[in-house]
């Protein structure tokens, strides 16, 4: 277990209880961030673009010395990149697309130690049944997932009874790459000890 501090530039809820299950002790601040991004990017690039737009807000705030960790996750079906709903009917819309149908969930993550920053993009792929008209209506109503990129949440009960298979991180899914992102943390403070020692 590692013992270390994390100044959490997210407000979300998904986010902060899987650090806090991994054992990590956290500071939250929310950023109020612009989070378009090139026309012409890649889908693939957007997620890492913005949480590194959401690591230079959070550079304003706190200090290099500290552990700081943003990240921001996007939905990729076919051509489209789904991020979070603007209303309900756009939420229904997006679930539509999604029935059965395959999507890509990329979670892109940046942490920042002491003058040093690295990159993670995560990928998992998802398999979603035919969901029917009063299903995702019942969905939206009960969990109102408005706050999620693709307008559902793999914990919630659409993804108990919607999904049949993810390929990749089911961590990911719900906001954070946890093996990926601790891997990372235990390099940087690594670092950190060879050069004291």
């Not at 673009?49 to 706190?62: I, R």
């Not at 109102?144 to 999904?163: E, M, R, T």
Request: charged share 25%.
């Amino acid at each position: 277990m590692i013992n270390q501090k994390i100044i959490l530039g997210s407000g979300s809820p998904r986010r902060k209880f899987l650090l806090e299950e991994m054992g990590f002790q956290l500071e939250i601040i929310s950023l109020d961030i612009d989070e378009s991004f090139p026309s012409e990017m890649p889908a693939e690039q957007v997620a890492v673009y913005v949480a590194e737009q959401k690591m230079k807000a959070l550079k304003d705030k706190k200090e290099d010395t500290e552990l700081l960790l943003t990240a921001d996750t996007t939905v990729i079906c076919g051509p489209d990149l789904l991020g979070k709903p603007e209303n309900e009917s756009h939420a229904k819309k997006m679930l539509i697309q999604l029935s059965n149908n395959v999507h890509v969930v990329n979670t892109g993550v940046v942490i920042s130690y002491e003058g040093i920053t690295e990159k993670l993009s995560c990928l998992t792929e998802v398999s979603f049944r035919t969901l029917s008209e009063t299903q995702i209506e019942y969905y939206l109503k009960a969990c109102k997932p408005f706050d999620k990129a693709g307008s559902y949440g793999i914990q919630d009960w659409i993804g108990l009874v919607g999904i049949k298979r993810i390929n990749g991180s089911y961590t990911n899914v719900v906001g954070l790459p946890t093996d990926e992102v601790y891997q990372t943390i235990r390099k940087l403070l690594s670092y950190k000890s060879e050069m004291m020692s």
